[in-house]
């Protein structure tokens, strides 16, 4: 998968809005969310991390 300009841009409202929340991640995590929404996947994942991004639409499958 590419990192593309409509990544980038995800990246960028996403950064945002966790910003104005106060709920940072680490930029790896971002980017991978950014990259899931920008191209309508699933996340499949081991990490519970992600869970809490679901509000932001991320559509997730954890993995155990």
């Known amino acids: 998968m590419r990192i593309d ?3 980038i ?3 960028c409202e996403l ?3 966790l910003r104005r ?3 940072i ?3 790896a995590d971002l ?3 950014a990259t899931a ?3 309508n996947l699933e996340l499949v994942t081991r990490d519970k991390d992600f869970i809490r991004l679901r509000r932001l639409g991320l559509k997730l ?3 155990k």
């Open 25 to 27: 991640i680490p930029d």
């Open 31 to 33: 980017l991978i969310t």
């Open 9 to 11: 841009l995800k990246y």
């Open 37 to 39: 929404l920008a191209n």
């Open 21 to 23: 929340t106060g709920e």
């Open 15 to 17: 950064y945002q809005e």
């Open 61 to 63: 499958r954890l993995r």
């Open 5 to 7: 300009n409509k990544t």
